[in-house]
């Protein structure tokens, strides 16, 4: 696995600077929602603002605390990407008398607190590393619960919600997390053995039957959900990860042919026997049928309203509070992207695709930097667990594949998807703490020694194994900072 | 208020959203760039000022260096090697930059580095051992020329 070091210096004002820009263009697209509103600033504006700003400044302090060296850039990202998002529920509420801003407000705030812990808890993210089957446990507990009866319940045909009093939370959401950092530990631990093993056929090195278990694993427990909760959005997201993720610690193409050969045989398998996916798949390929529009369940109504305010939206959109995306079932949650697409029109849209994008790219960015295996592949793993989700909604919305059933990241309405998406900017930021902090290079001491405790031959390990790495591959492009002089070369 | 300062808001939201994707691209550039501007390693002395952690740890003494590596025993006796900048590593992997032939060796099993102008040889979690001396490496410690590095059965010094 590739490595890149930036300078390190710690960028936290940098931060600041773009979270003031951040949250002005959050509470401006809130403002431009109060406009539209015929009581004028209501309340709701000045609490979604304060609420935003306090715990993105909370955040902001928290980060130069403890993890003074991480990226600068995601958490505006994120930041504005949930702004604008509250904004556009609270329009739709202002239609729709409705208060899901309210509830998605209280979400953010809980959610920011839960990636504030997940800062102050694991510091680390290598300690993340040591038990790998405790996550996978966890994950598949998480999967199972809305299968028990009494707790799980069925809504819009998928059984993936649990109710425990008058809260409702989606499992799999977290689940996804605690995926990503099995597959993480496990590949990490398991790399060279898959990497050497196995016979070459032509261009392609296949690797041995053992070492395919666990995508077959990652496999059947995406056709358990497909099947058991009906959720084909979450379904292609646990096998994307996974194939991604062995992708990325392997570099063999074959995974990745295997893999997309797995997905065929499972799509034909759930479009010949599932009727809820082959309803799906027909109101993509015939969605301006008016058969397949007026159908009661499962229509295409829902994709070609959306497609409809995209265009009534166009280059510069409706402006927010001119339009119609109230039209659209399910506008808040599902559709938030089209809904953002008609009021702001292409240029808004690219604009927020491109915040998401850099958030993507930053995320990678930090597990190229990273010194560690595992972090490399949390890194990379869950920034394409956002990129993937935002493909699949914004390719479902624009009728480029099958719509399914995923939230669009840090915008859509609903809390576990939000609590789920601050978490894994947490993890993020604290893999680029690890990977931009300045690198302990040259030999072990006898201080690091004691200080890393009982677990000592690993990490000591570990260590020499990335620094051969960083050195082998790399010698000639960056100078240590230990070397005294500059680079001679 | 009027439709046009409406509109006009409107835009300027848009205008808003692109300064905030200009600025975050203005940040990054220095992640972006390649070459002298992005300043990876050495921090500047006013980095070092504001970031005490940054500073470069002091460098051992220099020694008299070694240019080659040479093998006495085993089955590559005889060979030797023309030392540059990077390291070596040492092992049966067909990766190494030093191929043993050798069953006693593992894979990948000890790595030479150069760090200032000294040669230091650190274990990489071999089976059977590196040993300089007659010691057995616990961690890296620099190598002296003329000083013997024994791996399985192939042994092997640094030379001037």
């Not at chain 1, 009494?150 to 977290?174: K, T």
């Not at chain 1, 339009?323 to 808040?332: H, Q, T």
């Amino acid at each position: 696995m590739s490595e890149i070091q930036t300078a390190p210096v710690p960028r936290r004002n940098t931060e600041l600077v773009l979270l003031v820009l951040a949250l002005i263009v959050a509470v401006g697209a809130n403002y431009l929602v109060s406009l539209s509103n015929p009581d004028g600033l209501d309340e709701g504006f000045i609490t979604q603002g304060a609420v935003l700003a306090g715990m993105a400044l909370v955040m902001h302090i928290v980060l130069r605390i403890w993890t003074k060296y991480a990226d600068p850039i995601i958490l505006p990202c994120v930041v504005a990407l949930n702004g604008i998002g509250i904004a556009m529920i609270h329009r739709l509420d202002l239609v729709n008398d409705d208060n899901a801003a309210t509830r998605q407000l209280l979400w953010t705030g809980v959610a920011m607190g839960a990636a504030i812990i997940t800062l102050w808890a694991v510091r680390d993210h290598r300690i993340l590393r040591r038990a790998p089957y405790i996550f996978l446990a966890i994950s598949a507990l998480l999967l199972i619960l809305p299968l028990v009866p009494g707790l799980g319940r069925v809504i819009n045909g998928a059984r993936i919600w649990i109710f425990i009093g008058p809260l409702s939370f989606q499992p799999g959401e977290l689940a996804k997390i605690c995926l990503a950092l099995f597959f993480a530990g496990y590949l990490s631990t398991h790399r060279d053995l898959i990497l050497l093993a196995g016979r070459k056929i032509g261009p392609l090195q296949l690797p041995r039957a053992k070492d395919l278990g666990p995508m077959v694993i990652a496999w059947l427990v995406s056709i358990g959900v497909l099947v058991m909760q009906s959720d084909l959005g979450s379904s292609i997201l646990f096998f994307g990860l996974f194939m991604v993720m062995i992708y990325v610690a392997t570099g063999r193409i074959s995974w990745i042919v295997i893999g997309l050969v797995m997905v065929a045989v499972a799509g034909v398998f759930a479009s010949q026997v599932m009727s809820h996916v082959a309803l799906r798949l027909n109101s993509w390929l015939n969605a301006f049928d008016p058969d397949v529009y007026d159908q009661r369940y499962g229509g295409s109504r829902q994709i070609v309203q959306g497609l409809f305010g995209l265009s009534s939206g166009g280059l510069f959109g409706t402006g927010i509070g001119n339009g119609r995306p109230d039209l659209v079932p399910l506008a808040n949650s599902d559709m938030i992207i089209t809904a953002l697409g008609e009021e702001l029109g292409l240029i808004g849209l690219v604009a927020i695709i491109l915040l998401f994008v850099i958030l993507i790219s930053r995320g990678i960015r930090a597990g190229l930097g990273s010194r560690d295996s595992f972090g490399k592949l949390l890194a990379a793993g869950l920034s394409f667990t956002i990129g993937l989700q935002c493909f699949v909604v914004m390719g479902g919305v624009t009728l480029m594949i099958p719509l399914t059933g995923l939230t669009t990241p840090f915008m859509s309405a609903g809390g576990s998807s939000l609590l789920s998406n601050w978490i894994i900017v947490a993890l993020l930021l604290l893999v680029s703490h690890n990977a931009r902090r300045p690198a302990v290079t040259g030999p072990l001491n006898e201080r690091d020694m004691a200080a890393a405790g009982p677990d000592i031959s690993a990490r000591a390990k570990e260590r020499e194994e990335d620094q051969t790495r960083r050195r082998g591959k790399a010698p000639a492009s960056r100078t240590t900072p230990t070397n005294g002089k500059g680079d001679p070369a | 208020m009027s439709d046009l300062v409406l509109t006009a808001l409107r835009l300027g939201f848009l205008i808003l959203l692109w300064i905030l994707i200009l600025s975050i691209i203005t940040a990054l550039r220095r992640d972006l760039s390649i070459g002298k501007k992005a300043r990876t390693g050495q921090p500047t002395a006013r980095e070092v000022r504001k970031n005490p952690d940054l500073a470069p740890e002091p460098v051992p003494a220099p020694k008299k260096t070694a240019h080659t590596l040479a093998i006495v025993e085993g089955p590559l006796a005889g060979t030797s090697l023309e030392l540059a900048a990077s390291p070596i590593l040492l092992g049966r992997a067909q990766e190494a930059t030093v191929v043993l032939e050798d069953d006693y060796a593992s894979g990948r099993h000890a790595r030479l580095f150069p760090q200032g102008s000294r040669w230091f040889i650190e274990d990489l979690g071999s089976t059977n051992g590196t040993y300089l001396g007659d010691s057995q490496l616990t961690r890296a410690q620099p190598v002296d020329v003329g000083q013997t590095i024994r791996i399985g059965k192939t042994v092997m010094e640094l030379r001037p």
